[in-house]
């Protein structure tokens, strides 16, 4: 019940930018609490970024805080994440999800929808 639509392409060189983008299709999810997820190669699923329904209350991974931002805009039913700087580490494929409740969630069970996901690189 969530697209995602990548912007950019999906192919980037190190210390590259893209921003990525996740439409709600099924339903409206302007007082959910959007997340961002990544899932590298035989690896778990890991949390990215969450964003709360006001838009102004965020959380990072350390491993993306001062490179990615998460953000909203509930009148067009839209998640983004602009990563900037990327690493070869960042290299994964990226969902977003929600959560039909309001707070703070960081764990890929806590969420009620799912993007069908959309593969970053980050290769010279």
């Known amino acids: 019940q969530v697209q995602l639509v990548k912007s950019g392409g999906g192919l980037v060189q190190p210390g590259g930018s893209l921003r990525l983008s996740c439409a709600a299709s099924?339903?409206?999810?302007?007082?959910?609490?959007m997340g961002w997820f990544r899932q590298a190669p035989g690896k778990e699923r890991e949390f990215v970024a969450t964003i709360r329904w006001s838009g102004a209350s965020t959380y990072y991974a350390d491993s993306v805080k001062g490179r990615f931002t998460i953000s909203r805009d509930n009148p067009k039913n839209t998640v983004y994440l602009q990563m900037n700087s990327l690493k070869p580490e960042d290299t994964a494929v990226y969902y977003c999800?929600?959560?039909?409740?309001?707070?703070?969630?960081?764990?890929?069970?806590?969420?009620?929808?799912w993007g069908q996901g959309t593969q970053v690189t980050v290769s010279s």
């Open positions: 099924g339903r409206t999810f302007s007082s959910y609490t």
């Open positions: 999800a929600a959560v039909t409740s309001s707070g703070w969630y960081y764990r890929t069970y806590e969420y009620d929808y």
